[in-house]
């Protein structure tokens, strides 16, 4: 699976970014999707991650109620809908992929495949 992450950019605070996340292969559909960020001088951290059907859907604490994931499999797509963005959301943004599983976890290591990542600047 080859991922490719695109719509990051330049946004006020509290404005609004889409993500989305392109992907190669047939088996796309089968695997659980996640969207991580790292911001500069910080570990990678967990955002959100849907399940391959889209009904299993868990956030991270800090942009549950603003961000958004979903997926069309038809497409071979994932997006991530961010709204109401703050300073502290500026990250490079990476969507990845869990071969392995059918439901989405927020752990790092159990995403095997991952796109080169989206910048997503907030100024305050």
């Known amino acids: 699976v080859q991922l490719q992450a695109s719509g990051g950019g330049l946004v006020q605070a509290g404005g609004s970014l889409r993500l989305s996340c392109a992907a190669s292969g047939r088996t796309f559909s089968s695997y659980a999707m996640g969207w991580f960020r790292q911001a500069p001088g910080k570990e990678r951290e967990f955002v959100a991650g849907?399940?391959?059907?889209?009904?299993?859907?868990i956030y991270a604490h800090s942009v549950k109620g603003r961000f958004t994931i979903s997926r069309d499999n038809a497409k071979n797509m994932v997006y991530l809908q961010m709204n109401s963005l703050k300073p502290e959301d500026t990250a490079v943004y990476y969507c990845?992929?869990?071969?392995?599983?059918?439901?989405?976890?927020?752990?790092?290591?159990?995403?095997?495949?991952w796109g080169q990542g989206t910048l997503v600047t907030v100024s305050s």
């Open positions: 990845a992929a869990d071969p392995r599983s059918k439901i989405p976890t927020s752990l790092l290591g159990d995403y095997d495949y």
């Open positions: 849907i399940s391959w059907s889209g009904r299993s859907i």
